[in-house]
């Protein structure tokens, strides 16, 4: 199957037929890598029939697209999809951290996330520790669902984000949501019974110095949480190679 038959299928199987998601499952496909940099798409009119889309649709779609970084419209060459490199320059932070490698984003989780933690083990409110504690237990029941464990595992670490007040600091981690789902879901790939025990393990510490108000326990245990999960993704990455 060629890039453009790939193009089709995907967007007629999602019935992207909008403006919106026509632009959504374009992404998606140009942050996978099944649409590479460097592609250039069909002429409009003939893309346009491919899809089943106006062209109005499709100009809709390629001016978000271009807004964002994603692409670039070419006189008499046409639509043309950028690098990575030229893509996380002009996108917004959650496609940045979508596009970032595993250290640098782990950087980016240690400085922010840690920081969090020191905050909320000052400012959180009982219904902050409430959810926590039940992200804990959804953890403990899901078994071996990897989708389900990744979804309460972001449960406790956005409610810690909450718990801090800081609404920058909140922003930024709902921006980085998809990107640390994505990386969350990756590590509870490798050995998900181990990495699980420990995940619970440091969500209870963290959860606990929270509890006790003790800021700097708090944030040494976040450090030292995300600097796990970077050693299990390390691993999963030595095995790819």
């Not at 453009?4 to 967007?11: D, K, N, P, W, Y």
């Not at 992404?27 to 106006?54: D, T």
């Not at 003790?214 to 390390?234: D, N, S, T």
Request: some cysteine; glycine content about 4%.
């Amino acid at each position: 199957m060629d890039i453009v038959e790939l193009i089709v299928s995907q967007t007629r199987a999602s019935g992207s037929s909008t403006a919106d998601a026509l632009f959504q499952r374009l992404r998606e496909l140009i942050l996978s890598g099944q649409i590479p940099a460097g592609f250039v798409f069909p002429k409009e009119p003939v893309f346009c029939e491919q899809l089943g889309v106006s062209r109005s649709t499709l100009r809709e779609a390629y001016k978000a697209l271009e807004s964002m970084g994603f692409i670039q419209r070419v006189k008499r060459l046409g639509t043309i999809v950028n690098d990575f490199h030229n893509i996380s320059r002009q996108a917004p932070l959650s496609t940045s951290l979508i596009l970032s490698d595993l250290d640098e984003l782990l950087e980016f989780r240690v400085m922010i996330e840690a920081e969090l933690a020191r905050l909320a083990a000052k400012r959180a409110r009982p219904e902050n520790l409430a959810v926590m504690a039940e992200s804990l237990e959804k953890m403990r029941d899901c078994g071996g669902d990897i989708q389900e464990l990744t979804n309460y595992d972001t449960m406790f670490h956005m409610e810690i984000a909450k718990a801090s007040g800081n609404h920058l600091l909140i922003n930024t981690m709902e921006n980085a949501r998809d990107a640390f789902n994505r990386g969350i879901y990756r590590a509870f790939q490798v050995d998900t019974r181990e990495n699980v025990a420990e995940a619970l393990m440091f969500h209870e510490r963290i959860l606990d110095a929270v509890t006790r108000q003790e800021p700097e326990e708090a944030y040494a245990l976040m450090r030292q949480h995300i600097r796990a999960v970077g050693c299990r993704m390390g691993s999963q990455q030595k095995e790819r190679q």
